[in-house]
């Protein structure tokens, strides 16, 4: 086994937010050692969990620090924690080589406010260095294929779990 191999996965959350027309919020990376393919460069909200923090608690906390997005209420959760493993040169690049990939757990909320809210280019009220460059609602169904390759069978299995929050 490789040192990358070895090394533990970190502890994260992962996002759906829902609007009321039932398309999910996609935002589109700023940058990072994980994001090195521009067509593939968006993604659903996503962060670690702080040591001692409860998984619910860091979603909206992640949620906020990301998108500036308070007013949600809680659609459900995939029970299963859902991993992925980082390709072998951005594994030593991010998150400084300490881990080997995420393992993430997913929850799905319906945006209740307006769009206004969302504010990616000062989040968290200012206190967070910016994520994403852009940010769009988009389709469940079209989540998948816009993501970076290597991430893909986690979102395949958030598609599968939130549907019913979705457009029909």
């Not at 996503?46 to 500036?68: C, H, M, N, V, W």
């Not at 609602?137 to 986690?154: A, C, G, Q």
Request: charged letters at 30%; proline letters at 5%.
């Amino acid at each position: 086994m490789s040192k990358h191999q070895d090394a533990p996965y970190r502890p994260c959350v992962g996002l759906a937010v829902f609007n009321g027309a039932g398309k999910v919020f996609l935002g589109r990376r700023i940058g990072g050692p994980e994001h090195v393919d521009a067509t593939h460069s968006w993604q659903l909200p996503q962060g670690g969990i702080d040591k001692g923090e409860e998984p619910f608690d860091a979603a909206l906390r992640e949620l906020y620090e990301e998108t500036s997005i308070r007013s949600v209420t809680r659609l459900g959760e995939i029970e299963d924690w859902l991993t992925y493993d980082l390709p072998g040169r951005i594994a030593g690049e991010a998150w400084k080589g300490k881990y080997r990939g995420q393992t993430q757990k997913w929850f799905a909320f319906r945006f209740t406010g307006v769009d206004a809210e969302i504010n990616i280019s000062r989040p968290g009220g200012g206190a967070h260095k910016p994520e994403f460059m852009d940010w769009r609602w988009e389709s469940l169904d079209k989540v998948t294929e816009l993501v970076i390759p290597f991430k893909r069978n986690v979102y395949a299995e958030v598609v599968r779990g939130f549907r019913r929050f979705s457009e029909s």
